[in-house]
């Protein structure tokens, strides 16, 4: 792996130019056609929204996008490359994620979840970061400076010592987007990052989430919380049984009557039917 020291924000292409281009994405499982012909486009500076009723495929296409599946059909480019379909050489090319279900080392500490985190942007690769190899120990007292500042970064600073499985819940998804952000992504992708907070804890997140837009890192999330991303997002795509709705600014997806039939199970013309009640907070 090769070494990148230069912070993310320094090396941000041109606000607005596309990062991150899924065209016509299709995954099937079997035969459930979990995503269907699924665009969409994340340029830089923006934060995105995905957003749709339990079951709508935004979970799986996040992982066509990030490595974990190999799409049925359609294509997924980073900076107008094609992506490898492995997860940690997504990770290499600029994309970061953080998962719905919460993915530390329990139990290692806050730091060294972050410091695990680092391995595609230091020589020593990930297996030598858990064993503690000598070239790990070499590059660790550099690595360590840089995890502590996205710890800072996130407010976990001074539990860095601490197990990652003793820290509150809200923490926990804390800490993963500060591992996440220590690959120095140009992108991250954020699955549910409020799920199980209290409202402060949202708020906080949120205000996060445009601190990580304001040091040049594109924003794709995915959310069941409708006031966050509403007030968070440029622009929201809403997905209903695997196919894009509707994609829009905030206004233009509030004001979408089939979106508003979607979440609310009324049928809908084009397919978009009969969804139970969303847990939109
Ligand atoms: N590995 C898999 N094998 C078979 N079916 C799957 C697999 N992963 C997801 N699915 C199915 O694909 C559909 C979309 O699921 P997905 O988890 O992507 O939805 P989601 O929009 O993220 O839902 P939620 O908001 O509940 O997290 C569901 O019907 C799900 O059961």
């Known amino acids: 792996m090769t070494e990148t020291t230069t912070a993310t924000t320094a090396e941000a292409p041109t606000p607005g130019t596309p990062l991150l281009q899924a065209s016509n994405v299709v995954m099937r499982f079997g035969g459930l056609t979990a995503v269907n012909d699924v665009s969409l486009t994340v340029n830089t500076g923006e934060i995105i929204g995905l957003i749709g009723p339990n079951g709508a495929g935004k979970t799986t296409f996040f992982n066509c996008l990030t490595g974990l599946y190999v799409p049925t059909e359609g294509t997924v480019t980073y900076q107008g490359q094609a992506l490898p379909p492995k997860p940690h050489k997504v990770t290499q090319a600029g994309m970061a994620r953080t998962f719905q279900n919460i993915r530390l080392f329990h139990n290692m500490t806050v730091l060294e979840n972050v410091l695990v985190g680092r391995h595609t942007r230091t020589k020593e690769g990930l297996i030598s970061a858990i064993l503690r190899g000598p070239g790990y120990r070499r590059e660790e007292a550099e690595s360590r400076a840089k995890a502590m500042e996205y710890l800072d ?55 996060l989430v445009f601190a990580i837009r304001d040091r040049g890192i594109a924003v794709l999330v995915i959310e069941h919380d409708m006031r966050f991303i509403f007030n968070l997002c440029d622009r929201v795509a809403v997905l209903v049984q695997g196919s894009k709705l509707v994609e829009g600014d905030a206004a233009t997806v509030q004001g979408d009557e089939r979106v508003v039939a979607a979440y609310l199970g009324t049928p809908v013309e084009g397919g978009a039917d009969s969804t139970t009640p969303e847990e939109n907070q």
């Open 153 to 207: 970064f996130v407010g976990l600073a001074k539990k860095a010592e601490t197990l990652a499985r003793n820290l509150p819940y809200g923490e926990q998804r804390k800490l993963e987007i500060a591992r996440a952000m220590a690959s120095e992504p140009g992108l991250l992708l954020l699955d549910e990052p409020t799920a199980g907070m209290n409202p402060q804890e949202t708020r906080a997140t949120e205000e």
